[in-house]
């Protein structure tokens, strides 16, 4: 799979190919098809899931809020599914990420007089990282994370049709 | 913003034309709900400009004062306004005999006449004291009450003014966004409100996760399709190599054993087939 799409070495789009491919053939090298079975199918699905998740993420870095969540949470589920001890220390970078969070904007939901509390809300389910954030930085993070979809829409279509 | 100028200029008329009427002090309270609702940024502190001057002229608040910068800085209407209030102001503190003046500040319903000439005696003697005081201090008093004049009328509407600026501010830079989401999201049309808006970016989000995640569906099929099939030559060989010893075995079976033995490696053999 060549990029010869891809201008600019740099932008966001190449880094994501680049990792998620890389992470495509490890998940590939290492679990040879033994069997069709659908649990087989689903946890090669959820591997292959994490890894889109995982390379977008790493791809934008800490630069975002919803990034630094989204990494957050991965990190979290791998240190638990290796060791359930591991519950201090993840309680620990979750209050790290929080406080992080909250020293940038104000935390917690509230009013924010504008009146959209439902809707915001509900965005801020949607969007990874969203609890913590004031409408205004809400607004923005999702921006760039619509962004961020799009382009993993526009990579991942090409499969199946080529 | 032109009738903010035209009602900014009526204000001080009501004062001074309290004698024959109160009517125009209820046409001007009659205005301000309707200015309330058409600008409330702007009209927020007329609506209450009646009510609240009593509490101007009663009470000293230096405090105040330190907002009305702010709120000049607000409106460019608002400094120019300042003049003639300032010297409608003067005027009424001149004429103060005109109780009247106070009595109907203070109930805009103007019934109530017992008990207002008592309040009023005291604000004007008061007024009188400041303007008896040292010239620094009238001055300043003076100088004060054209700065409370034109605080009253952002006090009520508008906790403190330096607030008001900053809400303003964060929900211009909500707008902005906003509008920067309405290029970014198909299917969102300017004509239509905020809610409508954050319904329809909500909905895109859900949508495009759900093509992500579709899509990496597909991935896994096409990977899985891909690796058993390139695998399947393996295994075929596989299958075949175990195939030919199954055989193998049999024949020196057969050779080997009668009966059981031999019924055994067939069943042995078999087994490999399905594989």
């Known amino acids: 799979m060549n990029n010869p799409h891809h201008l600019n070495p740099t932008s966001l789009k190449s880094r994501f190919t680049t990792r998620f491919l890389r992470a495509l053939t490890k998940i590939r090298a290492q679990k040879p098809i033994s069997s069709s079975s659908p649990t087989e199918i689903f946890r090669r699905y959820r591997r292959i899931k994490v890894a889109a998740d995982k390379s977008m993420a790493y791809s934008v870095r800490s630069r975002r809020i919803w990034s630094r969540a989204m990494l957050w949470k991965l990190r979290s589920r791998s240190y638990r599914r290796q060791d359930p001890c591991s519950g201090r220390r993840s309680g620990k970078t979750n209050q790290a990420i929080m406080k992080k969070s909250s020293n940038e904007n104000t935390t917690t939901r509230r009013e924010d007089g504008v009146g959209f509390v439902e809707e915001a809300d509900e965005l801020r389910q949607l969007v990874p990282g969203g609890e913590t954030m004031n409408l205004c930085n809400l607004l923005d993070e999702t921006a760039h994370y619509i962004k961020c979809l799009t382009t993993q829409v526009q990579l991942f279509s090409p499969i199946g049709k080529g | ?275």
Not at chain 2, 34 to 61: C, G
């Open chain 2, 1 to 275: 913003m032109a009738d903010f100028s035209a009602q900014s200029y009526r204000q001080p008329f009501p004062f001074l034309d309290i004698d024959p009427t109160m009517e125009s002090l209820t046409q001007f309270a009659e205005l301000n709900p309707q200015s309330f609702i058409l600008d409330n940024s702007a009209f927020n502190f007329q609506t209450f400009f009646p009510l609240s001057i009593n509490d101007s002229l009663f009470s000293n608040q230096a405090s105040q004062g330190e907002t009305m910068s702010g709120f000049i800085h607000n409106s460019n209407q608002s400094s120019v306004s300042a003049q003639p209030i300032f010297s409608a102001k003067t005027e009424m503190e001149e004429i103060s005999n005109k109780r009247k003046a106070l009595d109907i500040s203070e109930s805009s319903s103007g019934n109530s006449s017992s008990t207002s000439p008592q309040v009023s005696e005291t604000g004007i003697k008061r007024r009188n004291n400041s303007g008896r005081g040292k010239r620094a201090k009238s001055n300043e008093k003076e100088m004060e009450k054209p700065k409370e004049v034109v605080h009253v009328r952002a006090r009520r509407g508008q906790a403190t003014d330096s607030h008001s600026l900053a809400e303003r501010v964060r929900r211009g830079k909500i707008n902005e966004r906003l509008r920067c989401l309405q290029d970014i999201v198909p299917g969102c049309y300017k004509t239509m409100g905020m809610a409508l808006m954050l319904d329809e970016i909500i909905n895109y989000v859900q949508s495009l996760q759900n093509q992500v995640e579709f899509l990496s569906m597909k991935l896994t099929a096409a990977s899985t399709y891909y690796d058993f099939n390139s695998e399947s030559d393996a295994m075929e060989r596989m299958l075949r190599e175990k195939a030919e010893e199954a055989k193998e075995l049999e024949r020196l079976m057969r050779e080997g054993y009668v009966g059981i033995g031999g019924v055994a490696c067939f069943h042995s053999s078999s087994t490999y087939g399905p594989l």
